[in-house]
């Protein structure tokens, strides 16, 4: 184990007062980092944010000692205002401002470059324009022009016209380069906004990218008429992290986001909403196909074992709730919302693991798109 690894677990164990195996967190096994970060965080009161488990992996890991150091300076409850100044700091280029700013910057200087060798192209095209014109009035004047004088029109037009070529040449391979190096920072671009709209610790969409994609659900007259909102939520949570503790909390939402994730359509959208809650917004159904889904992944995960495969111990049954409102129920995305949430509720309190449709007697709107954006 490399003294700098083994330095950072110690620094875990010692510093924020945790008992940690460090026989069995090693750099090969990425996964228990991350356990012992999601673990570190709960402790300390740290929030959940991706910015935070930057900080603290690399902390934990050992390979900054610098953070590391920095980071157990502000106790055992810092602040989130001074998190993010070692966020700042440490990974300016990964924080969403510093991305963006950073991007505008290169795409700004990309395309100045990308200017300036436009600029000099045309000034050489009009240079050798120049030189044509005048080689014309020359040939075309009534003076006698011997052979002399057309070896050196010759000479100056071979050098010119080689010139202009190579310089075109490499006009281009400029115009490539930039274009790659352009493409390259919409790549990074695209990669902040994958990891903006990411849970991580699932790796499935977010809050942030759900609120989003419910709300265009209102956006066309079809997709409210075959749409509909799943509410999921982990039954008994609670009690499952009070006997046997946050880590394995979090390894069963992992699981379960898996199972959620791998039994639905392509054209599905599977969001952790927040804490033990997932949405899984359904287009192209009906009630009937709807609720049959909603099922099928509750019974699926019913049937998971939730077992430690080292320890053999058990952590199961777990099982979940779920609610299911159609988008043509609802008059918007909130709406849609809350009345999914209460059909969620009905479920728990109905006795868990089970289906609950939202149904309504109120008449429904003939003309969906009134709720269309502008």
């Known amino acids: 184990m490399p003294w700098v690894w083994s330095l950072g677990v110690r620094r875990a164990q010692g510093w924020f007062g945790m008992n940690l195996p460090a026989a069995d967190v090693t750099p090969e096994r990425p996964a228990d980092i991350m356990m012992t970060v999601a673990l570190t965080m709960r402790q300390m009161g740290v929030l959940g944010l991706p910015r935070n488990y930057e900080i603290f992996y690399e902390a934990l890991s050992g390979s900054n ?13 810092p602040r989130q205002a001074d998190l993010d100044r070692i966020g700042r700091k440490y990974f300016a280029q990964n924080h969403g401002h510093g991305i963006v700013e950073s991007a505008r910057a290169a795409i700004a200087k990309e395309l100045e470059e990308i200017t300036r060798i436009l600029l000099a192209e045309r000034n050489y095209l009009e240079r050798y324009g ?8 020359g040939l075309n004047s009534r003076h006698l022009v011997t052979k002399d004088i057309l070896q050196k029109i010759v000479s100056v037009m071979v050098t010119a016209t080689s010139s202009i070529i190579d310089h075109g040449r490499q006009a ?5 380069d930039k274009s790659v190096e352009l493409e390259n920072v919409k790549s990074k671009l695209e990669e902040y906004k994958r ?6 610790l699932t790796h499935i969409w977010n809050r942030r ?22 509410l999921a939520d982990i039954d008994r949570f609670k009690d ?24 639905s359509r392509r054209d599905m959208f599977v969001a952790r909403t927040g804490g033990e809650e997932f949405a899984l917004i359904v287009e192209n159904g009906n009630v009937e196909s709807t609720v049959a889904f909603a099922d099928h992944l509750r019974a699926v995960i019913a049937e998971v074992p939730f077992t430690n495969t080292q320890t053999r111990q058990a952590y199961g049954p777990i099982t979940i709730s779920l ?15 809350a009345k999914t949430d209460r059909a969620l509720y009905r479920s728990k309190v109905s006795g868990r693991n089970r289906v609950t449709l939202h149904t309504t007697t109120a008449p429904r709107r003939k003309d969906w798109m009134l709720y269309k954006r502008d």
């Open 209 to 230: 990218a759900f609120d989003r994609c419910i709300a265009s659900i209102y956006d066309s007259r079809e997709r409210v008429m075959y749409g509909a909102l799943i």
């Open 65 to 77: 000692s610098e953070l590391s150091v920095e980071l157990v300076s502000l106790g055992m409850r």
């Open 172 to 176: 281009v391979t400029s115009l490539d």
């Open 323 to 337: 609610g299911v409102c159609m988008a043509n129920d609802a008059d918007g995305p909130e709406d849609l919302y």
């Open 240 to 263: 499952i992290n009070d006997r046997h503790g946050h880590p394995v909390g979090d390894k069963i939402i992992q699981i379960i986001a898996g199972v959620l994730q791998s039994n």
């Open 130 to 137: 120049r030189i044509l014109d005048e080689t014309a009035d």
């Open 195 to 200: 990891l903006a709209d990411t849970d991580p």
